[in-house]
C-alpha cells in the first residue's frame, strides 16, 4: 500500500496549485481520503476530506480558497488550492481515514507560499 503525494511549489500569495495523491493498494472509492499539513514546528493538521458519496468537509482556514476531489477509476485525489497565502505554506500529506492509525503516509508534497 502506498500514497505519493506530487504537485507543489514555490508560488505567491494569491496563485494557485493543484496538489495531486496516487493510492496504490488503496481504493479511493472505499474510504474516506483526507488532506493533511504540517507547518515547520507545528502539528500535522486536517485540511480536507471527501467521503465515499463525495461529500467534503473542510477546515475553516481553507473553506472557500481549496476544493477537495477524486477520480475513483484513476485513484488520485486532488487538492485544487486558490488564493494561496502566507500561512497555507506546510507540507501537505494524504491518507485515507484509517492509514494512519498503521502509520501509512507519503512523503508529502511542499508548498510554499512567498508574500
Known amino acids: 500500500m502506498r500514497l505519493e503525494e506530487s504537485g507543489g511549489g514555490l508560488v505567491q500569495s494569491g496563485a494557485s496549485l493543484t496538489l495531486s495523491c496516487a493510492a496504490s493498494?488503496?481504493?479511493?472509492?472505499?474510504?474516506?481520503m483526507d488532506w493533511y499539513r504540517q507547518a515547520p514546528r507545528k502539528s500535522r493538521d486536517l485540511v480536507a476530506s471527501i467521503d465515499v458519496d463525495d461529500s467534503t468537509k473542510y477546515a475553516t482556514s481553507v473553506e472557500g480558497r481549496f476544493t477537495i476531489s477524486k477520480d475513483n477509476e484513476k485513484n488520485i485525489v486532488y487538492l485544487q488550492m486558490n488564493n494561496l497565502k502566507p500561512e497555507d505554506t506546510a507540507v501537505y500529506y494524504c491518507?485515507?481515514?484509517?492509514?494512519?492509525?498503521?502509520?501509512?503516509w507519503g512523503p508529502g508534497t511542499q508548498v510554499t507560499v512567498s508574500s
Open positions: 491518507a485515507a481515514d484509517w492509514s494512519p492509525t498503521i502509520g501509512l
Open positions: 493498494e488503496i481504493f479511493v472509492r472505499r474510504s474516506r
